[in-house]
């Protein structure tokens, strides 16, 4: 049998996950603890934390390295955890993950910055709705919050304008990049294998745990048998869930892309906030926001419409959208402006009119799974809250679930 050592010797001289080491194609069978499917910030952030209980680990991804999609496509922001209903795992891991990723980055030196938030309200309906978010972040035990007037408000922000706001003090910025690059080579020193370029063509239930069966780009194979599956697979979450026999549609796991864009501002604006500055959120997304860099440079966005493919163009016709949503609070900010810069895609539960949605973080034994723990529908605030993530996945593994 060809050992996770030799996988890793292969993955650590450069090469693809199967292909290139295989003569004609034979297929290599595997034997590990936990597969990791996904390495997302979240996929890492448990490989990370479970590599700790001396398992026999093995992280898949089918891209050629961690990050590709949402993880590295997102404004890079640590919430502070007001948007949350009570009660429910984005309010309660987010507020728990601030904490956390506030230390971790501390302690690793992973570059970050604790700016603070501002969420400006420019009329009274979005008065009504800062009101709610300082009561909800209150039960959800957000620390500092504080409503502001509007004559307060040019006290810590001279160029932002608005009838009132929310203060956030708890909320930061970070290097996304390099918070996994940290999961990544945590979890490798303690002996976990990361092996990209291998995409999950089969999950079957056996009698001793779980059959996955991979392939890669060159048509190389690879069966993996393990106890475990923790599937972390992001925007294609569902589609694992699915290939594992569930009904994602009966589930509640059918995910529904929705995508953000971002323009960047020109650099005469660099160093104009010091803050984070956000409107009133939308029914699907927090709204087009200021979105500091570490390095002082500003963008806007994301703003949110749900789509059928994974397509990362931005439109720049959406320029108009972004500088008028902008221009309510933000009066400095000029349409030329405004160049298209990036976009990413949310892995989201809800559709369009539907209602909160909260994390899947759950054991499928009751589905006759057992050992299988899906995580879908992990959008925002799941970069803040996946030191927080890992522990519960953790507790669920320890727990038998």
Aim: proline residues 4%; charged residues 25%.
């Amino acid at each position: 049998m060809i050992s996770v050592r030799n996988i890793r010797l292969w993955v650590d001289a450069g090469m693809t996950c199967i292909g290139k080491v295989l003569n004609d194609r034979e297929s290599l069978m595997e034997k590990v603890d936990i597969v990791i499917i996904g390495a997302g910030v979240v996929g890492l952030a448990v490989a990370r934390q479970l590599s700790s209980h001396k398992k026999e680990i093995l992280v898949l991804e089918r891209h050629d390295g961690f990050g590709r999609e949402t993880s590295s496509r997102n404004s890079e922001v640590i919430h502070a955890g007001m948007y949350y209903p009570a009660g429910s795992l984005k309010a309660r891991l987010c507020v728990e993950g601030n904490r956390l990723m506030r230390e971790l980055c501390q302690k690793y030196n992973i570059p970050h910055a604790v700016t603070g938030k501002i969420i400006v309200a420019s009329d009274e309906a979005e008065r009504n709705k800062i009101e709610k978010l300082f009561a909800q972040g209150n039960a959800n035990g957000v620390p500092g919050l504080r409503l502001l007037t509007g004559r307060e408000i040019p006290g810590m922000e001279p160029q932002v304008i608005g009838e009132a706001a929310l203060w956030s003090p708890s909320t930061g910025i970070l290097d996304s990049h390099r918070l996994m690059n940290f999961f990544a080579q945590s979890a490798a020193a303690a002996g976990t294998t990361i092996v990209y370029g291998c995409a999950v063509t089969g999950l079957q239930k056996t009698a001793n745990g779980f059959l996955i069966e991979t392939r890669d780009a060159d048509g190389g194979t690879l069966a993996v048998e393990c106890k475990i599956v923790v599937n972390a697979a992001g925007l294609s979450a569902d589609a694992v869930a699915a290939i594992a026999g569930i009904d994602v549609d009966a589930a509640g796991y059918r995910i529904h892309p929705c995508k953000g864009e971002y323009f960047s501002v020109a650099g005469r604006h660099r160093g104009k906030l010091t803050r984070l500055v956000y409107p009133a959120p939308t029914a699907i997304s927090l709204g087009v926001h200021s979105v500091l860099k570490l390095d002082g440079s500003l963008k806007l966005g994301p703003n949110a419409f749900y789509v059928d493919e994974l397509n990362y163009d931005v439109d720049a016709g959406h320029r108009r959208e972004f500088y008028e949503s902008a221009g309510k609070y933000l009066p400095f900010i000029e349409y030329d402006d405004l160049q298209a810069d990036m976009a990413g895609i949310r892995p989201k539960l809800q559709t369009a009119g539907e209602t909160f949605r909260d994390f899947v973080i759950r054991g499928e034994s009751e589905r006759g799974l057992p050992g299988l723990i899906n995580l879908i529908g992990l959008e925002s605030p799941a970069l803040t809250a996946s030191p927080a993530i890992a522990k519960y996945v953790e507790d669920l593994i320890r727990r038998g679930l």
